[in-house]
């Protein structure tokens, strides 16, 4: 009952997360599975690895319902979100067979400096909309392939690098949020997806899982957080650019504090 209760909660904080700052959750999700995987019992060998299959699978709901909700605002640039989708693809494949290759405490400390360095980098940039124009074509589409690759590699939606990157341009910051919320659903959907064909042989998975994503744990994450994904988009458009962005910097420190230190 206790890891169902975990599982839920994780949804709400997941959800409430994807919607305010167009991540897709998974910076909170995999820090939740991680806990409740080893009190499962789960092998040290597989842990790590099922926690970040698992959250990718989760954001393909909680970016989806925070898509919507941002959509529906018109605060999702489409035009953005196909160029970046070119390089996202790809990007998402690399990453799901890069994590493959690592041992799962070298990724936990390895997110916890990204999450940390990721915070200061929010902290740093003017609240104000950016200055740049619109760059061709090809920055959008390589730079959603790195961006795939980061998160495919660590679980998680995307926005803690799609959001400080389009704030360099002339985008107000409501849109560089929905905008980064849609581009976590194809980041999510293929890195889930090749996590499951990918992870189909590996042994010592526990029971339930289809390569390396746990269903009893996606199941309630995905409860609640479509809910909150869409709560935490409505929250978004009334809290003012200045909150959201030490909101989002201060989310980003806890986790990566947890990551290096427990």
């Given at each position: ?13 997941a959800g ?42 989760t954001i ?182 200045e909150r ?19």
């Open positions: 009952m206790i890891i169902i209760l975990t599982y839920l909660c994780a949804g709400v904080f409430l997360t994807a919607g305010l700052f167009g991540v897709g959750g998974g910076i909170v999700v995999v820090p939740v599975l991680i806990f409740a995987f080893e009190s499962q019992g789960f092998s040290p060998e597989v842990l790590t690895h099922m926690a970040i299959a698992t959250s990718l699978a393909v709901f909680t970016s989806s319902s925070s898509m919507w909700s941002h959509h529906k605002k018109g605060a999702v640039l489409w035009e953005i979100f196909g160029l970046m989708s070119l390089g996202i693809v790809l990007g998402s494949l690399l990453g799901v067979w890069t994590v493959m290759q690592l041992k799962g405490e070298l990724i936990k400390s390895l997110f916890g400096l990204f999450a940390i360095a990721v915070a200061f980098n929010m902290l740093l940039k003017r609240t104000s909309m950016g200055k740049k124009e619109f760059s061709q074509w090809p920055v959008f589409s390589i730079v959603g392939f790195f961006v795939a690759w980061f998160s495919a590699l660590f679980g998680i939606g995307g926005g803690s690098l799609i959001v400080p990157f389009l704030s360099r341009y002339k985008i107000e910051m409501k849109q560089v949020v929905g905008t980064a919320a849609a581009c976590g659903f194809p980041i999510a959907f293929v890195g889930a997806l090749s996590n499951m064909l990918l992870g189909s042989n590996v042994p010592d998975r526990p029971d339930g899982s289809i390569g390396y994503v746990y269903l009893p744990a996606l199941l309630g994450v995905s409860l609640t957080s479509i809910y909150c994904a869409n709560l935490g988009a409505n929250f978004a458009h009334y809290l003012p650019p959201l962005r030490l909101l989002f910097s201060a989310t980003l420190v806890l986790v990566g504090i947890k990551f290096l230190f427990f």
